[in-house]
């Protein structure tokens, strides 16, 4: 079982990176080792509450997996939830959060929580998992840094 739990301060509004994060189909542009998402359904379950479940495919060296996930992006809690629903894990659960600190800043809190169902594959994949997943927030800073300090710097030059 590995638990990774990683909290970073980014000059970015709250709103605008819940829905980055919740743009699943947008992975494979910018997340690390993700090679593939398709998108198979995607609900909402209330005013604020999407859900989203889709198929993943992440590329570690010679390693490729790929699982089925149940998203859950809850607008009002500021979160966004993952868990796999199939695949070579055991269980996969993340956890996204937003929050809010004054009008520019956001604190994002990142956690993971996985096991692979088969020891062999766990000894093998659990290292690059783990290094997948730390490269993970920084992807997502990166991205939103490229997405929205564009936007920024455009409307100050109106």
């Not at 189909?25 to 090679?35: A, D, L, N």
């Not at 998992?129 to 929205?148: K, P, T, V, Y």
Request: a neutral charge; aromatic letters at 10%; hydrophobic letters at 40%.
């Amino acid at each position: 079982m590995a638990n990774i739990e990683m909290r970073k301060r980014l000059r970015h509004h709250w709103a605008d990176l819940f829905k980055l994060v919740a743009e699943l189909e947008r992975y494979p542009e910018f997340v690390p080792c993700c090679q593939r998402t398709r998108v198979l359904s995607r609900t909402a379950d209330g005013p604020d509450r999407t859900v989203i479940v889709s198929r993943m495919t992440v590329g570690i060296s010679a390693l490729h997996v790929s699982y089925a996930n149940r998203t859950v992006a809850d607008l009002s809690k500021r979160q966004i939830s993952v868990d796999a629903i199939d695949g070579p894990l055991r269980y996969l659960n993340v956890l996204w959060t937003f929050n809010p600190d004054g009008d520019e800043w956001t604190e994002v809190g990142f956690a993971v929580s996985y096991e692979f169902s088969n020891p062999v594959l766990g000894a093998l994949a659990s290292g690059p998992f783990d290094s997948m997943f730390r490269q993970i927030l920084e992807a997502f800073e990166r991205r939103a840094d490229q997405l929205f300090l564009r936007v920024s710097c455009t409307q100050a030059h109106r």
